[in-house]
């Protein structure tokens, strides 16, 4: 068996192959009472929007587009003067698009897609935003009171968004759209200084670099990532303070952390056997598939000695409480998330990532360093 980790990650990539089968995706449609105008087709690329393409559409409206299939998932809008609207494209082969001027940014279909279902109502509850901030501002009677409200609302829109478009599937597109919308010109999630929202960046960062590991938006998502997170780290520095009665005399760094039950665990109690110590999020799409290797390796290898000392990031408890009520092996939960300080004092910077500690308590490697785990295991255990 190779290294765990590219188990996990190859079973990602597999998902990922059919995006790249066929060169191109077709977005066609029509759009009606709108002879004679003009339909542009723009990209919106990482750094700038460029025009790809334009139609001038007849009385039938009909349109064609071909675009090239992106290497991770990409983002165009069809525009007629200041009427938008948004579409997401990766895998999908044809989007059919059914709109009418003048309503043509609000009131519009779009087939084979849906991903863009959520990619309309998510623009829809932006605009929503934008008229009710436009509203208080106009009838707050000072200027405090009116940015009182106005932050009210963008807290309450983005808490929002975070729990219906951005964790339940943070890999999907319209959880990486929703971290770049804007209000009034200025993003709504900072992903520099405000920790709610640079969780959510590394939360659609790290599903990304799973399936799109080299894709450009993925490295630069990971960048503001990491970026903000180091902007927001100063008080979780590994110094001798943070080490402070953690180390032991193997030079480990002991763990506590409650458990399922919340019970807490420490690392150091297992003592005596080769543990397995793994940094995990169970929220990924593909943490079923690596738990079935995890058990494969538990089952064979738990009665010569083997422990797991699983470190989970989760960041909604109720959700990991459900994934691993039936789990054979310690599993422990940092309340910090992305910002984890027993993942930062074993400087984790990538999930999943696991150590591997003798039975004397020694870390003698991490997974960087493993070439074939189960040849690895056989070692440590002994016979």
């Not at 996990?8 to 990539?13: E, K, M, N, Y």
């Given at each position: 068996?190779?290294?765990l980790?590219?188990?996990?990650?190859?079973?990602?990539?597999?998902?990922?192959?059919?995006?790249?089968q066929?060169?191109?995706?077709?977005?066609?449609?029509h759009?009606t009472?709108?002879?004679?105008?003009?339909?542009?087709?723009?990209n919106?690329?990482v750094?700038?929007?460029i025009?790809v393409?334009s139609?001038?559409?007849?009385e039938?409206?009909?349109?064609?587009?071909?675009?090239a299939?992106?290497?991770?998932?990409?983002?165009?809008?069809?525009?007629?003067?200041?009427?938008i609207?948004?579409?997401?494209v990766?895998?999908t082969?044809?989007?059919?698009?059914?709109?009418?001027?003048?309503?043509?940014s609000?009131?519009?279909?779009v087939?084979?897609?849906?991903d863009?279902?959520?990619l309309?109502?998510l623009v829809?509850?932006?605009?929503?935003?934008?008229?009710?901030?436009?509203?208080?501002?106009?009838?707050?009677?000072?200027?405090?009171?009116?940015?009182e409200?106005?932050?009210?609302?963008?807290?309450?829109?983005k808490?929002?968004v975070?729990?219906?478009?951005?964790y339940?599937?943070?890999?999907?597109?319209?959880?990486?759209?929703?971290?770049f919308q804007?209000?009034?010109?200025?993003?709504?999630?900072d992903?520099?200084?405000?920790?709610?929202?640079?969780r959510?960046?590394?939360?659609?960062?790290t599903n990304?670099?799973?399936?799109?590991?080299e894709?450009?938006?993925?490295?630069?998502?990971?960048?503001?990532?990491?970026?903000g997170?180091r902007?927001?780290?100063?008080?979780q520095?590994?110094?001798?303070?943070?080490?402070?009665g953690?180390?032991t005399?193997?030079?480990?760094i002991d763990?506590?952390?409650?458990?399922?039950?919340?019970?807490?665990?420490?690392l150091?109690?297992?003592k005596?056997?080769?543990?397995?110590?793994?940094?995990?999020?169970?929220a990924?799409?593909?943490?079923?598939?690596?738990?079935?290797?995890l058990?494969d390796?538990?089952?064979?290898?738990?009665?010569?000695?083997?422990?797991?000392?699983?470190?989970?990031?989760?960041?909604?408890?109720h959700?990991?409480?459900?994934?691993?009520?039936?789990?054979?092996?310690?599993?422990v939960?940092?309340?910090?998330?992305?910002?984890s300080k027993?993942?930062?004092?074993?400087?984790?910077?990538?999930?999943?990532t696991?150590?591997l500690?003798?039975?004397?308590?020694?870390?003698v490697m991490r997974?960087?360093?493993?070439?074939?785990?189960e040849?690895?295991?056989?070692?440590?255990?002994?016979?």
């Amino acid at each position: 068996m190779k290294r765990l980790k590219n188990l996990f990650i190859l079973t990602a990539l597999l998902g990922a192959v059919s995006c790249t089968q066929s060169p191109l995706a077709t977005i066609e449609g029509h759009i009606t009472e709108a002879a004679g105008k003009t339909l542009y087709l723009d990209n919106i690329g990482v750094e700038r929007t460029i025009v790809v393409d334009s139609a001038r559409l007849d009385e039938d409206g009909a349109f064609r587009f071909r675009v090239a299939k992106p290497e991770c998932f990409d983002f165009y809008r069809l525009r007629i003067g200041r009427e938008i609207l948004y579409l997401s494209v990766d895998s999908t082969e044809t989007q059919r698009v059914t709109a009418e001027l003048p309503s043509m940014s609000t009131a519009y279909e779009v087939e084979g897609s849906e991903d863009n279902l959520m990619l309309k109502a998510l623009v829809g509850k932006q605009r929503e935003l934008q008229a009710d901030v436009q509203q208080v501002m106009a009838q707050a009677s000072t200027a405090k009171a009116a940015q009182e409200s106005v932050d009210a609302l963008v807290m309450n829109y983005k808490k929002e968004v975070r729990m219906e478009y951005i964790y339940p599937d943070p890999g999907k597109p319209y959880a990486y759209f929703a971290l770049f919308q804007r209000l009034g010109g200025q993003f709504i999630f900072d992903p520099t200084m405000t920790r709610d929202d640079i969780r959510c960046f590394a939360a659609v960062a790290t599903n990304l670099d799973l399936f799109y590991p080299e894709a450009e938006r993925t490295k630069n998502l990971k960048s503001i990532a990491l970026k903000g997170m180091r902007n927001t780290r100063p008080a979780q520095p590994v110094d001798y303070s943070e080490l402070e009665g953690k180390i032991t005399e193997t030079a480990i760094i002991d763990i506590e952390l409650p458990d399922i039950d919340g019970a807490t665990r420490r690392l150091t109690d297992l003592k005596g056997k080769v543990v397995m110590l793994d940094f995990n999020v169970y929220a990924h799409p593909q943490s079923p598939a690596r738990v079935l290797v995890l058990r494969d390796l538990y089952d064979k290898y738990a009665t010569r000695g083997l422990e797991i000392y699983q470190v989970s990031l989760d960041e909604d408890e109720h959700f990991w409480k459900t994934a691993v009520e039936n789990i054979p092996w310690v599993c422990v939960r940092s309340n910090d998330g992305a910002f984890s300080k027993e993942a930062n004092l074993y400087g984790v910077s990538e999930l999943p990532t696991y150590f591997l500690i003798n039975r004397a308590g020694e870390l003698v490697m991490r997974d960087t360093m493993v070439e074939d785990l189960e040849q690895e295991l056989e070692r440590l255990l002994g016979k």
